[in-house]
């Protein structure tokens, strides 16, 4: 292989830093776009880029790192990003025309066609980006140069002989190196989002902790002091949790925990936010709630649990709550305020009875 042939293509080969420099950068910068749209014009800009610095070795035969970003795009993108980068990069094919216009086009599709089969061979049921998957792409990577077969003999003879291996060995290199650079900053950002759900959420019960509820409701109260939006808190409380645990055991009371998180979960919905703050204590926030549309939803959450169990070998253990409800309103204006409103009510309701609701305004 001549140096004029040897360098281009290593100049090629530096797109991946830049690929996946963006793959890093953009997500952060506009995480609104889907991750499938991201990797399609990242990897469909790193392929017009490559044909824009390919190397012409006969007429209509041209040798670039296009099909790396092509391969790949389909492996960890799936069909959007499969579809996006193969027509970006077959616009720039068009683009640049030439005698090697139906090949170059064709060899595009085929690289489209083989990432995008790789994935509903090893990912279609969602599992990730592994290194074997990144193996198995680069070594089927050249059957790309199939499409030699559009072109006279004699120039498929020396395409073969000039080029397969040093391109093929090439690419291999660039699938290999992007591939694991894309994998290991899809595996971090993972953990990252890890971390921050392990820092937001309640590891027993799914929920929002203390801390994640008290900025959300932070925030509800900027916005009801600027919009005049209202809403509710409801604070619950289960009824003798302590006794659960005591006679049936920490494992049964977690049942109960769960149990009743997901109670919380189906009675919920949009901005609303349900979370654990306490042993057996859960806080909602019940977004553009008033007062009377917070007690008809508090009393369908008490229902809902009063008409739960939970089964214990032969045995089936029902559980109730209690529930204090504060609404948004000129004596209940702070954070403060209004969990207080809120903490109020519920002790009133343990008070009498528990397995009750009531609302501040009646406390």
């Not at 083989?114 to 792409?137: K, Q």
Request: one cysteine or more; a positive charge; charged letters at 20%.
């Amino acid at each position: 292989m001549t140096v004029d042939l040897f360098v281009p293509l290593l100049r090629n080969l530096t797109l991946v830093a830049t690929v996946a420099m963006l793959y890093v950068l953009v997500p952060k910068r506009s995480p609104w776009i889907p991750e499938p749209v991201v990797i399609g014009l990242i990897c469909g800009f790193g392929a017009c880029l490559a044909m824009a610095d390919s190397v012409q070795l006969r007429p209509g035969v041209f040798v670039d790192a296009r099909s790396t970003m092509i391969l790949l795009a389909g492996l960890f993108g799936g069909p959007v990003a499969a579809a996006i980068c193969t027509a970006l990069a077959a616009g720039m094919r068009v683009y640049i025309g030439g005698a090697g216009l139906l090949p170059g086009t064709l060899s595009i599709a085929i690289a489209g066609a083989i990432g995008l089969g790789v994935y509903y061979w090893l990912r279609r049921d969602g599992r990730p980006v592994s290194m074997a998957h990144i193996c198995i792409l680069a070594a089927l990577s050249p059957l790309t140069f199939v499409v030699v077969i559009v072109l006279p003999w004699n120039v498929v003879m020396s395409a073969l002989s000039e080029a397969f291996v040093p391109t093929s060995a090439l690419r291999a290199a660039g699938i290999l190196l992007l591939g694991i650079l894309l994998m290991h900053e899809r595996r971090r950002v993972a953990a990252e989002d890890r971390i921050r759900d392990l820092a937001n959420l309640d590891e027993l019960s799914g929920l929002a902790n203390r801390r994640s509820f008290y900025r959300a409701l932070d925030r509800a109260i900027k916005a009801h002091r600027t919009s005049a939006r209202d809403f509710s808190v409801v604070i619950l409380d289960l009824d003798h949790f302590k006794s659960i645990n005591d006679r049936y055991g920490h494992p049964v009371g977690d049942e109960v925990i769960k149990n009743l998180a997901d109670i919380l979960r189906a009675n919920t919905q949009g901005n609303d936010v349900a979370a654990r703050i306490g042993g057996e204590e859960f806080a909602i926030l019940l977004s553009g709630a008033g007062r009377d549309e917070a007690r008809k939803i508090s009393e369908r959450i008490r229902t809902s649990i009063a008409e739960s169990e939970i089964t214990v070998g032969m045995e089936r253990i029902p559980f109730t709550a209690s529930l204090g409800v504060a609404a948004t309103s000129t004596l209940t204006s702070s954070v403060n305020a209004l969990m207080s409103a809120a903490d109020t009510a519920l002790y009133i309701a343990k008070q009498g009875g528990r397995n009750r609701v009531v609302v501040e305004a009646s406390a």
